[in-house]
């Protein structure tokens, strides 16, 4: 059984940063692609950054330029740097795993509120 979870979250202020981990344990590979999400009340979850296996990476037009998508493969782990943090950046963040073969899988989610 796999397991993500995830750290990092809080409030900052606008303008400030955060970063976020996903350490996933228990299986990974059939990993292809890990990535955040994220979520605000009454929304559907919209895609924040992916990274694959080949290392190239996938932004929203909205983060492009202030995120920033790394990844350790030895730690089994993705990291999403958050920097110039906008007040709309505020939403629950969830961790993604997926692979081949039904490998789907995500973390609890993480709030990130920003706010002065």
């Known amino acids: 059984q796999v397991q993500l979870v995830e750290s990092g979250g809080g409030l900052v202020q606008p303008g400030g940063s955060l970063r976020l981990s996903c350490a996933a344990s228990g299986s990974t590979s059939s990993i292809y692609v890990m990535g955040w999400y994220r979520q605000t009340p009454g929304k559907q979850r919209e895609l924040v950054a992916t990274?694959?296996?080949?290392?190239?990476?996938n932004y929203a037009d909205s983060v492009k330029g202030r995120f920033t998508i790394s990844r350790d493969i030895a730690k089994k782990t993705v990291y999403l740097q958050m920097n110039s943090l906008k007040p709309e950046d505020t939403a629950a963040y969830y961790c993604h795993n997926g692979g081949w073969g039904g490998y789907d899988y995500w973390g609890q989610g993480t709030q990130v509120t920003v706010s002065s």
């Open positions: 990274i694959n296996i080949g290392g190239i990476t």
